[in-house]
């Protein structure tokens, strides 16, 4: 029984340990990559938000130079029906609101909206109704004709990022759990031959020396087969001297 715990012993702390390394490996690069893949994820989102800015913005230009601010605001209710869209709202040169899909303008978006005369957008978050907002502003014909505002709501966007990062962190999950059942049968296939020749070994030493180290384990070109190789010449040579202490005393 001692034995048997000390077989199991080895096992698992040859098991234990492979497997401890590889499921911190694996954590590691599951961390690394989910987070590596979500700032891409949400580089291609701050694209594509961006893009829908100046796509309205160059849509818009024509009507509010003429002066249709029936069709910039259908133009902008719009644009309001797209997945995780939370509104739009235009202003002109001088910062007045002009056309909004909101009910009540909110106060909270008036502040720090900047008016540039480059083709640069800027980007914030606030919250708007209790919820995060994801908040985009480009300048229209470089600020000359005012400035385009669209904002997503934040958990739209967390959860689209979620629902593509999901199937590939389960995926990647799965290669350390596979790497630790590799690790104990790579465990089991090391330990094997030890206790066949421990068992041998013990033979021995009760006597028994007609049992032979034989099989792969001899024939192995490894330390395992270096000490099956040594324990089948220290076999051999105790028996020969068992048969000569047997001539001598006879």
Same mark, same amino acid.
């Given at each position: 029984?001692?034995?048997?715990?000390?077989?199991?012993?080895?096992?698992?702390?040859?098991?234990?340990?492979?497997?401890?390394?590889?499921?911190l490996l694996g954590l590691f690069v599951l961390v690394a990559v989910?987070?590596?893949?979500?700032?891409?994820?949400?580089?291609?989102?701050?694209?594509?938000?961006? @893009?829908?800015?100046?796509?309205?913005?160059?849509?818009?230009?024509?009507?509010?130079?003429?002066?249709? @601010?029936?069709?910039?605001?259908? @133009?902008?209710?719009?644009?309001?029906?797209? &997945?995780?869209?939370?509104?739009?709202?235009?202003?002109?040169?001088?910062?007045?609101?002009? %056309?909004?899909?909101?009910?009540?303008?909110?106060?909270?978006?008036?502040?720090?909206?900047?008016? /540039?005369?480059?083709?640069?957008?800027?980007?914030?978050?606030?919250? @708007?109704?209790?919820?995060? %907002?994801?908040?985009?502003?480009?300048?229209?014909?470089?600020?000359?004709?005012?400035?385009?505002?669209?904002?997503?709501?934040?958990?739209?966007?967390?959860?689209?990022?979620?629902r593509t990062l999901l199937p590939l962190v389960g995926i990647m999950?799965?290669?350390?759990?596979?790497?630790?059942?590799?690790?104990?049968?790579?465990?089991?296939?090391? %330990?094997?031959?030890?206790?066949?020749?421990?068992?041998?070994?013990?033979?021995?030493?009760?006597?028994?020396?007609?049992?032979? %180290?034989?099989?792969?384990?001899? /024939?192995?070109?490894?330390?395992?087969? &270096?000490?099956?190789?040594?324990?089948?010449?220290?076999?051999?040579?105790?028996?020969?001297?068992?048969?000569?202490?047997?001539?001598?005393?006879?």
């Amino acid at each position: 029984m001692d034995q048997e715990s000390r077989r199991v012993s080895l096992k698992w702390k040859i098991g234990g340990t492979f497997a401890g390394v590889m499921l911190l490996l694996g954590l590691f690069v599951l961390v690394a990559v989910y987070q590596v893949t979500k700032n891409a994820l949400r580089d291609q989102l701050d694209q594509r938000v961006l @893009l829908l800015a100046n796509t309205l913005s160059d849509a818009a230009a024509g009507h509010i130079a003429g002066g249709n @601010l029936l069709a910039v605001h259908a @133009l902008a209710r719009k644009y309001t029906l797209l &997945d995780g869209v939370a509104f739009a709202f235009i202003e002109n040169s001088k910062g007045e609101v002009i %056309v909004h899909t909101l009910g009540d303008f909110p106060p909270e978006l008036q502040p720090g909206l900047p008016i /540039t005369g480059q083709r640069q957008p800027y980007r914030r978050e606030l919250s @708007l109704s209790g919820r995060a %907002v994801y908040a985009t502003g480009v300048p229209i014909l470089e600020g000359q004709l005012g400035a385009v505002h669209v904002g997503f709501w934040v958990d739209t966007v967390e959860k689209e990022i979620q629902r593509t990062l999901l199937p590939l962190v389960g995926i990647m999950a799965i290669v350390p759990l596979i790497g630790a059942l590799i690790s104990f049968l790579l465990a089991y296939w090391i %330990v094997r031959p030890i206790v066949g020749l421990t068992e041998i070994a013990d033979k021995v030493t009760m006597g028994d020396l007609e049992t032979s %180290v034989s099989g792969k384990c001899v /024939t192995s070109r490894d330390e395992i087969g &270096d000490l099956a190789r040594s324990l089948e010449r220290m076999r051999s040579s105790l028996k020969a001297a068992m048969l000569r202490l047997g001539r001598e005393t006879a």
